[in-house]
């Protein structure tokens, strides 16, 4: 993960007041911690947070939000599941 061109990730807690706090970060991908924070949102998941790691070897434009996408999703049905 250290050497990955970018870290994005996206995170959802409750704290003790019942309030959730939620964050994420692009790693210079505009858009890409939304992604994951929008997936995060739409499957309710609370007390997580979602790493994507990016090695960039070729531009793949905007399929690149996608990917981050889906590899939240991914992560939220391990979660889940």
């Known amino acids: 993960v250290s050497s990955a061109t970018h870290n994005v990730y996206a995170y959802r807690f409750v704290n003790q007041d019942g309030v959730i706090q939620e964050g ?30 990016r090695w960039y070897a070729c531009k793949i434009g905007s399929k690149r939000f996608a990917h981050y996408g889906n590899a939240g999703l991914s992560a939220v049905n391990r979660l889940v599941n």
């Open 24 to 53: 994420s970060e692009d790693d210079d991908e505009h858009g890409a911690g939304r992604t994951l924070l929008r997936t995060l949102r739409e499957n309710n998941v609370q007390n997580a947070m979602v790493l994507a790691s």
